[in-house]
Structures are given as structure tokens and as C-alpha cells.
């Protein structure tokens, strides 16, 4: 079992920057790789970021390249996602989530068998 709990939305001018955290608990967080997701209003869930295991290896969704930056903090249990340069776009119900038992990064939302209960980003043109 696996419980991940993220903060750090809130909203935010454009052009403006936010830091999301999602801190986990449950098992050994840096065995498996984690990911962020977000869902827009009248949106299906879209892939955001993600990183593996180490935290050595990214990637992002087109949309947020650039712009975002994923980390982890394994020693803390954590992960990060820095996002700068927001646009109206951007706002959404941000989601953390983590691996079933891959390693390595994926943008497969099917991938991932933990979430946590999301955070909301409003940013205001």
C-alpha cells in the first residue's frame, strides 16, 4: 500500500511560478518511478512529467517542456514538480502517482497503480 498526499497548488498569475510536492508513504520510495498527471475542467487526464527510480531520467509532456522540471527527493520521500512560466492553460487538478513496480520513467497512466488525491492550480490571465 502506497499513499501519496501532494500540496503546493494555489493560484497564480501568468507567467508566474508554483512548486508542486507530493510526499509518499507505505513502502520504499525509491524503488519505483513516479509521475505527475493533470485534469483540466471537461478535460480527460493528461500526462505531465515523470522520473525514475534514481531521479536521473526525465520526461515531459510537449506542452510543459520547458517549463516544468520534475525531481525527487528520495531521502525525504518526495517528489517535486517546479513549474514556471504558467499560462491559463496550465490550470487543472494536478495528480501525483507512482509505479506499480517499473523503475524506470513512463508517461503511461495505466503504469502507475497509486495516486494521490490531487492539488489545484488556477492560473488567472
Known amino acids: 500500500q502506497v499513499q501519496l498526499v501532494e500540496s503546493g497548488g494555489g493560484l497564480v498569475q501568468a507567467g508566474g511560478s508554483l512548486r508542486l510536492s507530493c510526499a509518499a508513504s507505505?513502502?520504499?520510495?525509491?524503488?519505483?518511478?513516479m509521475g505527475w498527471f493533470r485534469q483540466a475542467p471537461g478535460k480527460e487526464r493528461e500526462f505531465v512529467a515523470t522520473?525514475?527510480?534514481?531521479?536521473?531520467?526525465?520526461y515531459y509532456a510537449d506542452s510543459v517542456k520547458g517549463r516544468f522540471t520534475i525531481s525527487r527527493d528520495n531521502a525525504e520521500n518526495t517528489v517535486y514538480l517546479q513549474m514556471s512560466s504558467l499560462k491559463p492553460e496550465d490550470t487543472a487538478v494536478y495528480y501525483c502517482?507512482?509505479?506499480?513496480?517499473?523503475?524506470?520513467?513512463?508517461?503511461?497512466?495505466?503504469?502507475?497503480?497509486?495516486w494521490g488525491q490531487g492539488t489545484q492550480v488556477t492560473v488567472s490571465s
Open positions: 502517482a507512482a509505479t506499480a513496480s517499473a523503475t524506470w520513467a513512463t508517461a503511461r497512466p495505466d503504469q502507475y497503480a497509486y
Open positions: 522520473i525514475n527510480w534514481s531521479g536521473g531520467s526525465t
Open positions: 507505505g513502502r520504499t520510495f525509491s524503488n519505483y518511478a
